[in-house]
């Protein structure tokens, strides 16, 4: 089973969880909060949040778990702990998988990242331990796919999970689909336009070629009429064989 197909398994666990909560259940909405952040395979929350139930925690003495979910959903490391005065302590567990959506969120940006913006964004000391976390709590999970390059130190994202859309995303994203979709339209009338000068110009080379062969012919019967001609045994002059070429250029 691949990651797609994992995390809407798990996302249909806890849709169906939150919404089958009690009225007035905060304090369950709030541990299956924590349940979410802290699953090992789940990576997507805007679902989640989207249930009503979970909505109504906002106001409560548990909004602040509302808060925490949309910061998993949205946010890095270090924007937590810019707010983490008004969040909720992490557990390990929840610590680990919001470093792990830090670098998808990193690799949506660019796909070259260099270990000093990586270590610095998930507080790494070395690149021994950067490296270990990229390959066992990054790759070998399946979230990405990339390369290791100690030389240049950076890791090389070939493939990233992609993360819930931030508010007002979705509107970029049209837009920028837009603006290649009008871009592919521009190539391909340019390529068109190129495809058919192509054509007329081996549509005129085939028909020069054939007038010139034409021509040769016409110069062929015109010598061997000449030759065998009893009306006409002069030598034919340099003149005459200059006059015949001319006739085929």
């Not at 906002?58 to 707010?83: C, I, P």
């Not at 990242?113 to 270990?132: A, C, K, S």
């Not at 990054?138 to 796919?145: A, D, K, L, P, T």
């Not at 130190?153 to 931030?166: I, K, P, S, T």
């Amino acid at each position: 089973m691949d990651i797609e197909e994992k995390q809407a398994e798990h996302i249909d666990h806890f849709v169906k969880r939150a919404s089958s909560a009690i009225n007035d259940s905060s304090v369950s909405l709030a541990n299956l909060v924590v349940d979410a952040t802290s699953h090992p395979s789940l990576f997507a929350f805007s679902e989640i949040l989207s249930v009503p139930n979970i909505l109504q925690l906002r106001g409560t003495e548990h909004s602040v778990y509302l808060d925490l979910l949309q910061m998993f959903a949205h946010g890095t490391w270090s924007e937590y702990k810019s707010n983490a005065s008004n969040l909720p302590q992490l557990m390990p567990e929840q610590v680990l998988k919001l470093k792990q959506l830090t670098v998808l969120t990193l690799a949506e940006a660019t796909k070259v990242l260099p270990y000093d913006v990586l270590m610095h964004e998930l507080d790494v000391v070395n690149v021994r331990e950067l490296e270990d976390f990229l390959i066992n709590e990054c790759m070998y999970v399946g979230i990405v796919r990339g390369k290791l390059d100690q030389l240049r130190r950076c890791f090389e994202v070939q493939f990233a999970a992609g993360r819930d859309l931030r508010p007002g995303q979705l509107g970029n994203m049209l837009h920028t689909l837009s603006d290649w979709l009008s871009t592919s339209d521009n190539l391909l009338i340019t390529i068109q336009d190129k495809i058919k000068w192509a054509d007329t110009m081996s549509e005129l080379d085939k028909k020069h070629k054939k007038e010139n062969e034409e021509r040769l012919e016409e110069v062929k019967n015109a010598l061997s009429l000449k030759k065998f001609s009893p009306m006409s045994r002069r030598t034919w002059t340099s003149e005459d064989m200059d006059y015949s070429l001319n006739m085929v250029e």
